[in-house]
């Protein structure tokens, strides 16, 4: 039987019907790919778990078969939702490689029909069998026969992180993308300007403990020299706070006038010397009016500062 006896019309000739959805539907749980104009593939999970599936059972020969999905379209442009992947089953395969053939390509896309009544088939798809999932020359050529738009995946079954999409008849690889939770998902999606890079968040618990791992990880100098840095930075925080205060404190004095500041830059001289051994004397405080009388250095104590501010306050008008 032919492909017009068949009522099969070829993909270059089908117009490939859209339906209007949203991408927040199709983000969740799931593994996007998309390029720098806008346009990305979901492919959900479970779709990704069969087509290793498909891979395994085939090893150690090569498998391809149709990826069957929706082609959707918003505000933004269209966007494509991966369904799942028709495997054909008459296909040659061998370790070095997998040939469709006429009838195993109409047989296939009989069972697209059969299995996803209503999906389209967006592109083509096959495995590499430990060496990378990533096109061979052999493997662009077959995706320059195409139509312009069409996917195409490749898979490596020993690599089930890795997966190589494909779009286009110039094989336009497409960059993986950020993950999509529930809770960011009705986000609105902004086109790639540059090579996008994957942003996760992560609640304060596993990141503080991730921190710890990390820092445990360090060499010691390296720890070392940490933990100095951030005891310097918060003994220099203190210096300059004290010295702050130091200076409003000066500030307030100079408002009442030379005769406070005088006084309070004098160190009362009634402490007396302690020799080794003996137990320090507990410091006298000078009456209010004797401090204006003290002799010695011109260096601030604390004490000193505080009785000349309380003895400006109480002279004040």
């Not at 999409?165 to 009705?186: C, I, K, M, S």
């Amino acid at each position: 039987m032919t492909a017009a006896e068949d009522g099969f019309t070829p993909l270059e000739h089908t117009t490939i019907p859209r339906r209007r959805e949203t991408r927040a539907i199709t983000r969740t749980r799931s593994r996007r790919f998309g390029d720098h104009a806008g346009y990305e593939v979901v492919l959900s999970e479970g779709t990704v778990r069969q087509l290793l599936a498909l891979a395994h059972a085939a090893a150690p020969c090569e498998c391809m078969g149709l990826v069957v999905g929706e082609a959707c379209e918003d505000d933004t442009g269209r966007h494509d939702l991966v369904l799942g992947f028709v495997l054909d089953t008459e296909a040659l395969a061998q370790p070095s490689g997998v040939q469709t053939t006429p009838a195993s390509e109409v047989h296939t896309r009989t069972l697209v029909r059969q299995l996803h009544p209503g999906s389209a088939i967006l592109g083509w798809f096959h495995s590499h069998v430990r060496c990378g999932a990533r096109y061979s020359a052999t493997d662009r050529t077959n995706q320059a026969t195409w139509p312009d738009g069409a996917l195409g995946i490749v898979v490596d079954p020993d690599d089930p992180e890795e997966l190589g999409v494909y779009r286009g008849r110039d094989a336009q690889r497409l960059h993986r993308l950020p993950e999509v939770t529930a809770a960011n998902a009705d986000r609105s999606f902004t086109p790639l300007l540059s090579e996008p890079r994957v942003v996760t968040t992560m609640p304060v618990r596993p990141a503080i403990r991730a921190v710890r791992s990390r820092a445990t990880s360090l060499p010691w100098v390296a720890r070392v020299a940490i933990a100095a840095a951030v005891v310097l930075g918060v003994a220099n925080y203190w210096r300059t706070r004290r010295i702050e205060i130091e200076l409003a404190t000066l500030t307030r004095l100079a408002a009442h006038g030379p005769g406070a500041l005088a006084s309070a830059s004098a160190t009362p001289l009634d402490r007396p010397a302690v020799r080794r051994g003996e137990a320090t004397p507990p410091t006298r405080r000078l009456p209010d009016e004797d401090i204006g009388t003290a002799q010695g250095s011109v260096a601030i104590d604390a004490t000193a500062l505080q009785g000349a501010v309380d003895a400006a306050d109480a002279s004040a008008p």
